[in-house]
């Protein structure tokens, strides 16, 4: 299997804004919608409409094993979440849930609707992306959007069901890694 590439590269951690420079603007506030500038798209994923079923093929057995999880269910749905599959692991004394979801919107307007107020810019596989964690509960889980086709984006969540068994950036590398898995094998299926 070809090694994956993906740039994740840790976790922001919501903090105090910057001071702003003397003479300088002030920062955007964060009750502003963040504004992204995606590098174009290598290619178009096949993710439109696909139902649980597909999600759930979307990680091979060695990518399972890498991310140390197995199976894969359809998610529970609960009101009008979106398609996908969870697939649970555990790595040492960690256990969490990692779920590959299908939002039918593009990642652009969808990551303005983040409850994140510093969402991180970044790319998976060439493909742009960001990442984010709820602020307030960073603890529980890191979640990467990947912009995978014209008003499509792939939602990896990473959730941490043993508290503190892994930090931020732990979190955030794993959901990097699940999302470089499910792009790769998207990007075969192409």
């Known amino acids: 299997m070809a090694a994956t590439a993906v740039s994740l590269t840790g976790c922001t951690v919501n903090g105090p804004d910057p001071a702003p ?74 256990q969490y849930g990692i779920s590959l979801r299908v939002v039918p919107e593009g990642l652009d307007a969808f990551a303005k609707k983040l409850a994140d107020s510093a969402p991180a810019q970044d790319q998976v596989n060439g493909f742009g992306a960001v990442r984010s964690q709820v602020p307030g509960a960073e603890g529980l889980g890191c979640a990467v959007f990947v912009d995978a086709a014209e008003g499509q984006t792939l939602y990896v969540d990473m959730t941490l069901t043993t508290p503190g068994a892994m930090d931020d950036q732990q979190m955030c590398e794993k959901a990097g890694q699940a999302a470089a898995a499910a792009v790769t094998t998207l990007q075969a299926k192409g």
């Open 21 to 94: 420079e003397p003479g300088g603007t002030t920062p955007t506030s964060s009750a502003e919608p963040a504004s992204f500038d995606f590098p174009a798209r290598p290619a178009e994923l096949p993710i439109a409409g696909k139902q649980d079923a597909d999600v759930c093929t979307w990680l091979a057995s060695e990518q399972k094993a890498q991310l140390e999880v197995g199976g894969g269910r359809p998610v529970v749905k609960s009101g009008n979440n979106y398609n996908g599959c969870t697939f649970l692991g555990q790595s040492g004394r960690a």
